[in-house]
């Protein structure tokens, strides 16, 4: 079992409605590349595994039958299906479930999403044998995860003012056994089932208009410094808050492209 502490709901539930705010802003470039690599039409059948606020389910949608969208967080999924019905998305079907037993029947799916949610199953394992297991041969599997924060200075941006605020936060170190490193995601999909294995690197860069506004979507976004803040108290929250503000203010230049990069880990089932 993983002690991450992102591989539990509950600091997902508390950043729901931030996180479908102001992710998107990082998460859609990922989800539309992610989209390219599997063969749409519009009959086919797409489940999204630990879809949060559904950005791949959206972007998705326009172009497939169905969408069945599942994540473990209940906010996530009350989030995503209101989204979804005020976009008039009527084919995404949104429900809570564990993408490690998923509620799907073998061999149904054209295609299976992940983006940045399998990286943090407690056995990854069982989230790669499930996306096998649905999907009908010959479809196709894209996961994403988050290359080692040294390659993201968006990341690092975003350590460093954690760091600031409270010391005992340091920036990741490189986790050559998690998918930030190439050969294991790709073992790991093969070791599922999966055939003609591909990882891609894919990099995206943001700005910002002023340090202020990172902040803002830092802070309505970020299931860290979620946990940061329910983990103290109001005083030390406003206290690390403003060391946190004043270490952007002094890093960040108005405008600076920052970058993120991922692998997307690409897999086919093989047919009969």
């Known amino acids: ?17 931030g996180y479908a705010d102001f992710a998107p802003a990082i998460m859609r470039p ?18 999204d595994v630990a879809a949060g606020p559904g950005t791949l389910s959206m972007l998705a949608a326009e172009q497939v039958a ?4 599942i994540d473990f967080s209940e ?17 995404i079907r949104a429900q809570v479930s564990d993408g490690q037993d998923l509620p799907f029947e073998s061999d149904r799916f054209d295609a299976a999403f ?46 460093g003012a954690l760091a600031a605020a409270d010391p005992d936060i340091q920036e990741p170190q490189p986790n050559f056994l998690s998918l930030e490193n190439p050969e294991v995601f790709e073992s790991e999909m093969r ?24 902040w803002e979507t830092m802070v309505r976004s970020s299931a860290p ?24 203010a002094e890093k960040y230049r108005p405008n600076c492209p920052l970058s993120t990069t991922a692998y997307l880990g690409i897999g086919h089932k093989p047919q009969d």
């Open 1 to 17: 079992m993983s002690g991450n502490p992102l591989a539990v709901a509950e600091p997902w539930d508390l950043v729901a409605d």
């Open 30 to 47: 990922f989800s539309a590349r992610a989209l390219e690599f599997a063969s749409l039409s519009p009959t086919s059948q797409v489940v």
């Open 66 to 69: 169905v969408v069945e969208a």
């Open 75 to 91: 906010p996530m999924i009350a989030r995503l299906a209101k989204d979804a019905a005020a976009a008039g998305l009527t084919n």
């Open 114 to 159: 992940s983006m940045f949610g399998l990286m943090f199953f407690p056995e990854r394992a069982r989230g790669f044998a499930e996306l096998f297991r649905v999907l009908r041969p010959g479809g196709t599997a894209v996961v994403s995860s988050w290359a080692p924060v040294a390659d993201s200075p968006l990341m690092r941006m975003m350590f």
């Open 191 to 214: 070791g599922a089932g999966f055939e003609a294995v591909s990882i891609q690197r894919h990099s995206i860069a943001l700005t910002f208009d002023s340090p202020a506004q990172m």
């Open 225 to 248: 410094l979620e946990l940061m803040r329910h983990s103290v108290s109001a005083e030390v929250w406003a206290q690390r808050a403003a060391v946190m503000q004043a270490y952007l």
